[in-house]
Structure formats: C-alpha cells, structure tokens
C-alpha cells in the first residue's frame, strides 16, 4: 500500500514538472517578439530577415519618387509662370509701340490739317487781295474836296471793316517803303534815283504785299534805289 502511495506521488511530479518545461518553452518566443518589436523591428518569420530589408528599401525608394515628383511639379510651376511674365511684358511692348505710332500719326494728321487749312486760306486771301487793292484805288482817287462826302466816308468805313477782319485772320501788310530790299518779302521791279534813300532801300511801294502768319502771300512790288 505505501508503494502504491509512493508511484502515484512520484507521478504527480513527473506531471507538474513537465507542465512547468512547455510553459517555459511558450514564454521564449513571446520574450523574443517583444524585444524586437522594443527594437523597431518585427520579429522574424520562419528565419527570412532578407524580405524585411526588401520592404525597407521599397519604401525608401517610394519616399524618394513622392519627393522627386512633389520637387518637378514645383519646378513646372516655375517654368509656367515665368512664360507668363515673358508673355505679358512682349504684349506690354506692343503696346507700348502701338500707342506710340498712334501719337505719331496723330501729330502728322494734325500737322497735314493745319498745313491743307493754311494752304486753303491762302488761295482765299490771295482772292480777296485784289478787292483790297480796288478800295485803296478807289480811295485814292476821290478828289480831295469830296473826302469829306457821305459816299466817300462810307466807302472808307467799308475798307476799314474789309482790312480789319483780314487782319484778325492774321493778314498782315508787310513793311516796304524806306526799308532795305529783302527778296523774302520784296519784288523788286525797277530801279530809281533818290536823294531821301540810300542803295539798295526801297522807294517807292508800287503794289503791297501781305502775310498770313508768318507766310508770304504775296510779295510787295517796289521800286530800289540804286
């Protein structure tokens, strides 16, 4: 009966022994995947460490492709917007120049009114001129004891009127009589002997000659010492 007790005792132990061994075989491996994954690594499977540094470069080399693309997009953009600035200041140029021959041509269009209007009045005092000449005739030869009449005074008041509304155009009778001979403004006609003048001075003014500003219209006729 005591050896009977005794084997069932030592079995017990056998028992709680080997229970103790696997309980200790499953903590190893527990204790292994804790370190690694404490040292930033997974815990290898069936041995192959080489599939583990595969994945790493992977990454690496997608972490690198994301940066070269995020870096030539920006270098796009750049190129972009530089061929805009490039476009806006040609057209910024253009019209510049535009608005320039614009202001040309304004001014030559002006100049080629002024001068056509010039040339018009011209061709229109030259025809009234004559007119002019007519009155100082007329003038001239009414007696002087009639000068004082009603149709002399009003033939006069019609000249005056007539000389001053070519004066306000800008018709101007041009100096002769007694200045030095200018063949700007003189047509010289004839040559006299005089005892007032000296060489070369006008004297005596056979038909007067007139300016429209600044331009002959008609030269006067006169007559130059010699």
């Not at 009589?177 to 003048?197: I, R, T």
Request: negative net charge.
């Amino acid at each position: 009966m005591a050896e009977q007790e005794k084997e069932i005792l030592e079995e017990e132990q056998n028992k709680t022994q080997a229970g103790a061994e696997a309980a200790k075989e499953e903590t190893c491996p527990q204790k292994n995947a804790a370190e690694a994954a404490a040292e930033g690594q997974e815990p290898a499977e069936d041995g192959s460490q080489e599939a583990a540094d595969a994945k790493a470069e992977e990454a690496g080399e997608e972490a690198a492709e994301g940066d070269k693309g995020f870096f030539g997009k920006g270098r796009k953009k750049d190129k972009k917007e530089e061929a805009f600035k490039q476009k806006i200041e040609e057209l910024e140029d253009r019209v510049k120049r535009q608005m320039a021959e614009f202001e040309n041509f304004r001014k030559r269009t002006d100049k080629e009114k002024a001068a056509m209007y010039e040339v018009g009045a011209k061709s229109v005092i030259e025809k009234i001129l004559p007119v002019v000449d007519n009155f100082e005739r007329g003038l001239g030869s009414i007696p002087e004891e009639e000068r004082g009449g009603a149709f002399a005074e009003g033939m006069n008041m019609i000249y005056k009127q007539l000389v001053g509304e070519l004066d306000k155009l800008g018709v101007k009778p041009i100096e002769a009589l007694g200045k030095e001979f200018n063949p700007e403004f003189h047509n010289a006609v004839m040559q006299v002997e005089s005892e007032e003048y000296e060489s070369g001075v006008i004297a005596q003014e056979l038909q007067k000659g007139y300016t429209y500003h600044d331009m002959v219209v008609r030269h006067s006729m006169v007559a130059v010492t010699e």
